[in-house]
């Protein structure tokens, strides 16, 4: 029988084990136009924690009982589709499960891009496009800028360091502890911060003297007030994530909000998918940069492992994309 | 003698009268293209705050012990250059003081408006433009658009106020009382918020149940958190003052950031100064609403009032725009 991970109770702040549960589901036979999937690799990413709330927000709350879903990589096992076939490696949003069933329109073909298949979860999917968009489009990033990127050892953040030096900017990547930030500074970071040694803004400002001119934003709170301290006249933000408050309920204190003003700063929040339709003009570009690019995986291994890895991602746990290899 | 007001301290938090000291000033002999303005409104405004401090900003703070600056409408009285002559009524920055020496070019005439001249300094000044250019250019507010707008009876709020609903939005005025309250109603707003009489955020909820596509940020603090919780998506913020901020070292609370990202809202810092060349644009347009557009000043008499004038903005004292009749 197939498994699925249910949501079993909406969290409290901080999720804990207890609050997934792993159960069998059916089998169901392939209706016309449907293909089965074996899930070969499962992803977990901070935004699924706003799931878990009851909230209305950009993509709807798990259900209490139901499979959860998210990114995945498998191969179809059967197919009653002519558009893929059997041995096809896919990816699609039927994860937290081993095996997924579905229209075949819910199923993309892996683009023949050199890189395997999980990558497709990390540096050339989601994160990866947040990435690049957050940077070029969102903060309008370009040559000569100085980029500040916060959890610059993630997924998001690791790919941000490396488009924005492919790009002929100046780079400091915040990260927490010292194994990280070495990573950080072998993707071609100029300079490291790690938040955990101390003040982030006493260390930004020793680390951009002149401040910065983008603030990539991938935890809100320290990060997010310290990147306003040391932003330059027309600095742009790109509000992509705030793990610091997806399990806190406590408001975000910024202390230098007042100085978009006098400095003209621009912040704006996005959502990967409404750069959807310029998926193409994305993976050109990475297939050109993908020589020069390093990646880096987080795996745990199998079915039983995904709340511990989804968990991890709050405890610092994952250098690169965090990944549950079936 | 001429007199004019200097810092005499840099106030910590909410200034007090103590910080200013009126002084007598030299009456000098005008050299070759200096011009001699017998001043007869001068303006006080929240930014002048900001330069009360020692910290580098968008305008250098005031010197201790040096005459203060700041708008100023006045009557030319002596003029040793051609493109003045006596009689003229001008506008510039040498306020704080009942006479003004300096080069013509400091000095522009009135433009061919129907308006007193003390509008200069308001509706068709400093206040006026930064209402207009950050409604319609910052925050690229459009006909159909929900306005939510802070600290609406004052001068810039009054006019966002009134420019909206010329160009056909649904507009949402905060104002502290009943008195306020009453007078932004009669400027045309859909809707009044009385700050003083309970949550913001709850009563913006129920002002626009269906949330806001715009907010014109005067104060910051609960005021913009309200618009954060109630912000549609692609929301666009124009940050023009943090009147909370001003005189207080605590940080801003914010419980509602994160809708930045799921919603795309736009949040952008301006100062109205980068608007100045687009100046004709404004006069022309203005000059065409002029006739609908309501104004209200709170006086105070004589040099010597300047500071309670002053001190008056950050306790609610005034009623559109405050103002230092000579």
């Known amino acids: 029988m197939p498994r699925a991970w249910t949501l079993a109770s909406r969290p409290k702040g901080t999720p804990t084990p207890n609050d997934f549960a792993l159960i069998s589901v059916d089998r169901p036979e392939l209706a016309d136009g449907e ?6 690799w499962l992803s977990v990413d901070p935004y699924m924690r706003g799931r878990m709330n009851d909230v209305k927000s950009y993509v709807p709350p798990f259900a209490i009982g139901a499979p959860m879903d998210g990114g995945a990589v498998g191969e179809v096992v059967e197919s ?9 490696l896919v990816q699609h949003m039927f994860g937290w499960r081993d095996e997924a069933v579905g229209p075949a329109a819910a199923f993309i073909k892996l683009p023949a891009i050199d890189a395997p298949p999980q990558a497709f979860l990390g540096q050339l999917g989601m994160p990866g496009m947040t990435a690049y968009w957050g940077l070029l489009a969102v903060a309008e990033a370009k040559e000569g ?26 780079v400091i990547g915040s990260a927490g502890g010292a194994a990280k930030g070495e990573w950080v500074r072998s993707l071609g970071a100029d300079a490291v911060i790690d938040y955990k040694a101390g003040s982030v803004v006493e260390a930004l400002g020793k680390a951009a003297p002149k401040g910065i001119d983008v603030y990539f934003d991938n935890v809100g709170g320290d990060h997010l007030d310290a990147a306003l301290a040391h932003a330059r006249p027309r ?23 007042a100085r ?9 929040g996005f959502i990967v998918s409404d750069f959807m339709s310029r998926t193409a ?20 291994d199998g079915l039983d492992a995904m709340p511990d890895a989804f968990l991890g991602l709050f405890t610092g746990g994952n250098t690169g994309k965090m990944l549950v290899k079936l």
């Open 35 to 40: 293909v089965r999937v074996a899930n070969r």
């Open 80 to 88: 009653r589709d002519p558009s893929l076939a059997v041995g096809d």
């Open 145 to 170: 800028d100085t980029v500040f990127v916060s959890a610059a050892a993630g997924a998001v953040g690791s790919t941000v360091v490396q488009v924005a030096k492919a790009k002929g900017m100046t």
């Open 235 to 257: 600095a742009r933000f790109a509000i992509c994530g705030m793990i610091d408050v997806y399990n806190d309920a406590k408001p975000t204190q910024l202390k230098y909000l």
């Open 260 to 268: 978009l003003i006098g400095n003209r700063i621009q912040m704006r």
């Open 281 to 300: 003009e994305f993976y050109q570009d990475m297939a050109i940069l993908s020589g020069t690019l390093k990646r880096e995986e987080t795996v745990h």
